[in-house]
């Protein structure tokens, strides 16, 4: 079915949705715009109403190829008709072969399957501490982290995650973590050479090369190589978080490849799986310090999730997807200066890589980055905060010239919505 098919199918408009109801027995851990998405199309979704939106969220960072992709269908489909999930007890050719895509298409060597973002970076992190204790020889290894990172919400990952936001209240958190500014270098000089003390020694630096959550944060390409250099020069691991940038997010397949250094383990999520709930852990062969019994995951790389992201993956190369990323992601930077050049007072700054961009707001005024979203909901266009002041553009890759065009005339009468008198 194709996705023009897919549009014309128009819903019949139910009466408002039950926020009360859901909220009396769905914990409240999310604050949720008012709306209730039950339908989507490329990158359009409908909600509870039958009210269109273009869709620049793409489930944070993750519908890579829209909704309702007909391949993402027809892989569905196909794979819980053969088989979904028999666990790691057994072979899973699906797993073996989204391994061999991704190694054939990294500088990885070995790949541990998970379900989330998270898991990949505890997987990370175990695998950091167990080559610690086993080649570094680092009785009580130290992971530096930068400030404003994100890497999840386990205990681990909340711990490894420099915001002291996340973690509030859920302390005790997990020793041998310790905070360095982004993007700077001698910050990470000095923490390796201060921190080496007796039974303690910095064992690996878990970094995303682009700060997603943190505030569309580009890594600095000169900063990345010295770390490169200094985690050759010393053993140190260097661990990048590729969970929100990987997977032709960026216009490249990998985000190390905009920074030309490439890390010993990083993890991918997100995109991974087009939305299909999947998350792995690279590494190259020799850091790959696992036995078997060591780590492991029920539902980790099923032959469901496998087939899907494999499908993903190869819809990625076959419609050339990675050029269209770097093309749109183009437009939509110089189309959104534009909008910059207009309210100079509210927005100091546009950046970004491929189809990850933020539009930063001027942080002497009161207006927030949830004003603006609100504002883009009222004029059809979904965007996702990043922190409080950057409004982040992530549509799905497949996203059109004119839906990039649409969704700038719509931020332009949003920003001039939240900024009339
Ligand atoms: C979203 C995200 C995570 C967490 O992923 P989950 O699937 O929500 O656990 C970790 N790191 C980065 C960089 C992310 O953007």
Same mark, same amino acid.
């Given at each position: 079915m194709s996705i023009q098919t897919l549009i014309s199918q128009a819903t019949t408009p139910s009466s408002p949705f039950d926020t009360d109801s859901f909220n009396q027995v769905v914990m409240s851990t999310y604050a949720r715009f008012?709306?209730?998405l039950e339908r989507g199309a490329?990158?359009?979704v409908w909600d509870t109403q039958g009210r269109e939106y273009l869709d620049f969220v793409a489930g944070i960072a993750t519908c890579a190829l829209g909704h309702a992709h007909p391949a993402l269908i027809e892989a569905v489909t196909q794979q819980v008709q053969k088989l979904h999930h028999v666990s790691n007890l057994y072979y899973i050719p699906e797993q073996g072969e989204l391994a061999k895509w991704i190694v054939q298409h990294s500088c990885a060597n070995r790949v541990f399957f998970c379900n989330s973002g998270a898991e990949a970076n505890e997987a990370a992190i175990k695998l950091a501490r167990k080559y610690a204790h086993t080649v570094q020889q680092i009785e009580k290894p130290i992971i530096l982290t930068a400030h404003d990172s994100f890497h999840g919400r386990t205990?681990?990952?909340?711990?490894a995650t420099g915001q002291p936001k996340y973690q509030k209240n859920f302390e005790p958190l997990m020793p041998c973590f310790h905070y360095v500014p982004y993007n %700077?270098?001698? $910050?990470?000089?000095? $923490?390796i050479s201060e921190? %080496?003390?007796? %039974?303690?020694r910095v064992g690996a630096i878990l970094i995303e090369p682009l700060q997603g959550e943190g505030g569309v944060r580009p890594g600095d390409i000169a900063y990345f190589q010295k770390l490169r250099q200094i985690c050759d020069e010393t053993g140190v691991l260097l661990i990048f978080d590729e969970v929100q940038v990987g997977m032709g997010r960026t216009g490249k397949l990998w985000g190390y490849e905009c920074l030309g250094v490439e890390p010993d383990i990083f993890t991918s999520a997100? $995109?991974?799986g087009g939305g299909i709930p999947i998350g792995a852990m690279m590494s190259k062969s020799f850091c790959d310090v696992f036995q078997p019994g060591e780590h492991a995951s029920t539902f980790g790389g099923n032959p469901f999730v496998c087939g899907v992201a494999l499908t993903v993956c190869q819809t990625l190369e076959q419609e050339n997807i990675l050029q269209n990323v770097?093309?749109?992601?183009e437009q939509l930077r110089v189309g959104l200066q534009a909008i910059a050049a207009k309210y100079p007072n509210h927005i100091s700054e546009v950046r970004g890589w491929g189809l990850i961009n933020g539009m930063v707001l001027n942080a002497q005024i009161a207006l927030t980055a949830a004003d603006v979203v609100k504002a883009g909901i009222d004029e059809g266009l979904l965007l996702v905060p990043a922190g409080p002041k950057v409004i982040r553009f992530v549509p799905p890759l497949i996203v059109t010239e004119k839906e990039v065009e649409e969704a700038l005339q719509a931020v332009d009468r949003a920003m001039a919505s939240v900024t009339k008198e």
């Open positions: 008012p709306i209730a490329g990158c359009r205990l681990a990952t909340i711990t %700077d270098i001698e $910050a990470v000089e000095v $923490a921190l %080496d003390e007796g %039974d303690y997100k $995109a991974l770097e093309e749109r992601g």
